[in-house]
């Protein structure tokens, strides 16, 4: 199925103040739609839009949810980095912790203190969830 128009339905309703409807009309469809979700954020260079589809995609929480969410964990932009960041916390999975230890020894920026730190309270996070 393709899902590219309702996904522009469904963020043309969240421009419009509208974000619960859009966000559970989106949560509503199959997880099948995360891969144009993903595509869908990539497209868009509205950062309130972005962050309306990230909402989403990590409420799926699915291998694909994981994927997009190392990728952007790996971003050059900060900004992506830390979304990325929130979201594998929010999904709070043994994958996500993984994903986050993985980053503590191999991210480009591990060496950046706030960063790491960032790492590290992101771990303390998922495991508290986890237990």
């Given amino acids: 199925m393709d899902y ?3 996904i522009s339905d469904y963020v043309a ?3 419009a103040g509208r974000d619960d409807e ?7 469809l199959t997880a099948d739609v ?3 979700l993903v595509q869908a954020f ?4 509205d950062t309130e839009v972005q962050r309306f ?18 990728s952007l964990l790996y971003s050059s932009d900060s900004r992506l980095s830390s979304a990325g960041l ?3 916390v929010k999904i709070s999975s043994a994958e996500a912790r993984s994903v986050v230890q993985g980053a503590i020894e191999r991210h480009p920026r591990r060496q950046d203190r706030a960063f790491s730190l960032e ?3 992101a771990i303390a996070d998922i495991e508290w969830t986890l237990s």
């Fill in 53 to 70: 589809l990230l909402d989403v995609i990590v409420e799926y929480r699915v291998p694909a949810s994981l994927e997009f969410l190392t």
């Fill in 34 to 36: 995360v891969p144009e």
């Fill in 22 to 28: 859009a966000f559970h009309g989106l949560i509503d």
């Fill in 119 to 121: 790492l590290k309270q």
């Fill in 13 to 15: 309703i969240a421009r």
């Fill in 86 to 88: 929130e979201g594998l």
């Fill in 4 to 6: 590219g128009s309702i």
């Fill in 42 to 45: 990539h497209k868009s260079s």
